[in-house]
């Protein structure tokens, strides 16, 4: 099974920073991988897909980037509505693991 | 709208059974791979178990394997998740979730369904 570390497992931030999150696979996946928003009580949202591709409809603060094993979710200038756990995930083989999350505080 | 449906979730003993359904709406079921993941109380995502368009090819996670059956009904738009030899870490709210097309990320998630599991 491919392992996915997240690191940190939680900051915390201000309205305005910019956060930098990793996610590192036990071997490479191909830039088979996505990044999700979950709020409390919520339902995760997709937020990339394919390392670096924006979904339809995520402000474009969001990016990724990565290759081989190494994977970076960028926010540029955190809003209020970005307090949030986000988790990475790969798509490269089964089972699809998830990384363990990382929670952006205030 | 995509929409995803479950039910079927519930209090059962451990070493119980449950099946939970998902009922999907506002895409072409058919032309999606779709999946079940879940959280534990207070704890991250864990994928539990994809199945691809025909339902000819079907992966779980190694926790569930050999205990959990995913099937799709296609005529029916209809998932189910027989889930046997339940354990007290199975609990966790199981989502429903639709795979992106050409990218299989998840872009589409159901409410949740609370299975607990009590000793």
């Known amino acids: 099974d491919i392992q996915m570390t997240q690191s940190p497992s939680s900051l915390s931030a201000s309205v305005g920073d910019r956060v930098t999150i990793t996610c590192r696979a036990s071997?490479?996946?191909?830039?088979?991988l996505a990044w999700y928003q979950q709020k409390p009580g919520k339902a995760p949202k997709l937020l990339l897909y394919?390392?670096?591709r924006l979904e339809s409809g995520v402000p474009s603060r969001f990016s990724g980037s990565g290759s081989g094993t190494d994977y970076t979710l960028i926010i540029s200038g955190l809003q209020p509505e970005d307090f949030a756990t986000y988790y990475c995930?790969?798509?490269?083989?089964?089972?699809?693991?998830f990384g363990q999350g990382t929670k952006v505080e205030i | 709208e995509v929409q995803l449906l479950e039910s079927g979730g519930g209090l059962v003993q451990s070493g119980g059974s449950l099946r939970l359904s998902c009922v999907a709406s506002?895409?072409?079921?058919?032309?999606?791979?779709m999946n079940w993941v879940r959280q534990a109380p207070g704890k991250g995502l864990e994928w539990v178990t994809g199945?691809?368009?025909?339902?000819?090819?079907?992966y779980y996670a190694d926790s569930v394997k050999g205990r959990f059956t995913f099937s799709r009904d296609n005529s029916k738009n209809i998932l189910s998740l027989q889930m046997n030899s339940l354990r007290v870490e199975d609990t966790a709210v199981y989502y429903c979730?639709?795979?992106?097309?050409?990218?299989?990320?998840?872009?589409?998630w159901g409410q949740g369904t609370l299975v607990a599991v009590s000793s």
């Open positions: 979730a639709k795979d992106r097309a050409n990218y299989p990320a998840i872009d589409s």
């Open positions: 506002g895409f072409t079921f058919n032309n999606y791979g």
């Open positions: 199945i691809n368009r025909n339902g000819g090819n079907i």
């Open positions: 071997q490479g996946i191909r830039n088979s």
């Open positions: 394919d390392a670096s």
């Open positions: 995930q790969q798509y490269y083989g089964f089972p699809r693991t």
